[in-house]
Nanobody, 123 residues
Framework: QVQLVESGGGLVQAGGSLRLSCAAS????????VGWFRQAPGKERQFVAA????????GYADSVKGRFTISRDNTKNTVWLQMNSLKPEDTAVYSC????????????????WGQGTQVTVSS
């Protein structure tokens, strides 16, 4: 069993930065792909980024490529999402998830989900 807790969300002006954290409990966390997803009000959940169990492979949605960076430290059971050059359209609840998933734009294979953290970008 893996439990995930996100933190680091908040209110930021357009062009600003935030760093989200996904802290995990459970011995098997280091064997899972971890992804970040976001959901804005009235919209479907959207893939943002993912990182392989080793950290050697990452994937990003086209809308965040070049602005967001995902990384992980398995010794700390933590995955981060560094978000730079934020835009109002990045406003959403951001959730992390872990599972045996491919690193890419999919929700399939993620068995464990956090509660999410709100990110609001003002114009």
């Amino acid at each position: 069993q893996v439990q995930l807790v996100e933190s680091g969300g908040g209110l930021v002006q357009a062009g600003g930065s935030l760093r989200l954290s996904c802290a995990a409990s459970g011995r098997t966390f280091s064997t899972y792909t971890v992804g970040w997803f976001r959901q804005a009000p009235g919209k479907e959940r959207q893939f943002v980024a993912a990182v392989s169990w080793s950290g050697s492979t990452t994937g990003y949605a086209d809308s965040v490529k070049g602005r967001f960076t995902i990384s992980r430290d398995n010794t700390k059971n933590t995955v981060w999402l560094q978000m730079n050059s934020l835009k109002p359209e990045d406003t959403a609840v951001y959730s992390c998830a872990a599972g045996v998933a491919r690193v890419g734009p999919t929700v399939l294979g993620y068995d464990y989900w956090g509660q999410g953290t709100q990110v609001t970008v003002s114009s």
